[in-house]
């Protein structure tokens, strides 16, 4: 995998990390969701006139991503109601790069090396070792795993109709606007004047993660044109070291030992991918 490839992906992840966090602190989480998701369709929408047109191959293979974002951000929502982050969010990045390097494998035919297979193996075993504990919230865990599987079925489906667009760009760019104006349009339904009350007071905050989600994806997107999709989904899941140090260091939720070795695992899975 090229250096310049690798940096980017661990910048996406860092985003990725970061508009989480904002859902996470959020005091409503679904409409904290709604109002990130509705900022990226926005931010998508004013850049669509100078992106181009993606090939229409690509045309169902983002629309079904979209819908299936639907569930995706209501599952988040939930798996941040009921657990921590630094619980929830490693279970749902962790488990489905395991999941898209078995289906990548039978249905876009890609074939990885050995190197490869040890680095998905390395980060996925690192980031469950921080997530299952005897003290794990159950329910919280469920969804999470749940929300991986998620995960795992739109990453397949963007690493297929990302390469047939033609134009990455343009593809996050429909991906995010679809994805984005159902659920805000949810969230504002339900209860709008709570909806318009959050965006007086955390519009910034909405706006920066809006962004982060839209370049975190674009990014991770981009780079499965260039490398096989099951390599930059184990990578991409490094966020959860992101993840961690924010939950730890700005949500003051507990850390320990575990989150060390798991931080040591998922680095020795990243050198992997980067030799293979």
Same mark, same amino acid.
């Given at each position: 995998?090229?250096?310049?490839? *690798?940096?980017?992906?661990?910048?996406?992840?860092?985003?990725?990390?970061?508009?989480?966090?904002?859902?996470?602190?959020?005091?409503?989480?679904?409409?904290?969701?709604?109002?990130?998701?509705?900022?990226?369709?926005?931010?998508?929408?004013?850049?669509?006139?100078?992106?181009?047109?993606?090939?229409?191959?690509?045309?169902?293979?983002?629309?079904?991503?979209?819908?299936?974002?639907?569930?995706?951000?209501?599952?988040?929502?939930?798996?941040?109601?009921?657990? @921590?982050?630094?619980?929830?969010?490693?279970?749902?990045?962790?488990?489905?790069?395991?999941?898209?390097?078995?289906?990548?494998?039978?249905?876009?035919?890609?074939?990885?090396?050995?190197?490869?297979?040890?680095?998905?193996? *390395?980060?996925?075993?690192?980031?469950?070792? *921080?997530?299952?504990?005897?003290?794990?919230?159950?329910?919280?865990?469920?969804?999470?795993?749940?929300?991986?599987?998620?995960?795992?079925?739109?990453?397949?489906? @963007?690493?297929?109709? &990302?390469?047939?667009?033609?134009?990455? &760009?343009?593809?996050?760019?429909?991906?995010?606007?679809?994805?984005? &104006?159902?659920?805000?349009?949810?969230?504002?339904?339900? @209860?709008?004047?709570?909806?318009?009350?959050?965006?007086?007071?955390?519009?910034?905050?909405?706006?920066?993660?809006?962004?982060?989600?839209?370049?975190?994806?674009?990014?991770?997107?981009?780079?499965?044109?260039?490398?096989?999709?099951?390599?930059?989904?184990?990578?991409?899941?490094?966020?959860?070291?992101?993840?961690?140090?924010?939950?730890?260091?700005?949500?003051?939720?507990?850390?320990?030992?575990?989150?060390?070795?798991?931080?040591?695992?998922?680095?020795?899975?990243?050198?992997? *991918?980067?030799?293979?």
């Amino acid at each position: 995998m090229p250096t310049h490839v *690798l940096l980017l992906v661990l910048f996406s992840a860092l985003m990725h990390a970061s508009w989480n966090a904002i859902v996470k602190s959020g005091e409503n989480k679904l409409e904290e969701a709604g109002l990130v998701a509705g900022a990226a369709a926005v931010m998508a929408a004013c850049v669509l006139p100078f992106a181009g047109t993606p090939a229409p191959a690509s045309w169902p293979w983002f629309i079904a991503s979209a819908a299936i974002h639907q569930i995706y951000f209501v599952l988040v929502a939930a798996a941040y109601r009921a657990g @921590d982050m630094g619980h929830t969010y490693p279970l749902m990045r962790g488990t489905a790069p395991l999941i898209v390097a078995l289906g990548s494998a039978q249905l876009l035919g890609e074939t990885l090396t050995p190197a490869s297979w040890a680095g998905i193996g *390395l980060i996925c075993g690192g980031i469950l070792l *921080l997530a299952i504990h005897r003290h794990a919230n159950h329910r919280a865990t469920m969804i999470a795993v749940a929300n991986a599987m998620v995960i795992a079925l739109y990453t397949v489906i @963007d690493g297929t109709g &990302v390469r047939l667009s033609g134009n990455s &760009v343009a593809y996050v760019l429909w991906l995010n606007l679809l994805s984005g &104006v159902p659920l805000f349009m949810l969230v504002w339904l339900r @209860d709008r004047r709570k909806v318009w009350s959050m965006m007086r007071t955390n519009g910034l905050t909405a706006t920066i993660g809006g962004g982060c989600k839209l370049g975190a994806y674009g990014l991770a997107l981009w780079a499965m044109t260039q490398a096989p999709v099951a390599a930059i989904a184990a990578l991409r899941e490094s966020s959860v070291l992101f993840g961690v140090a924010i939950s730890t260091l700005i949500l003051r939720e507990n850390s320990g030992m575990r989150r060390i070795i798991t931080a040591a695992l998922i680095a020795a899975g990243a050198a992997a *991918l980067k030799l293979a």
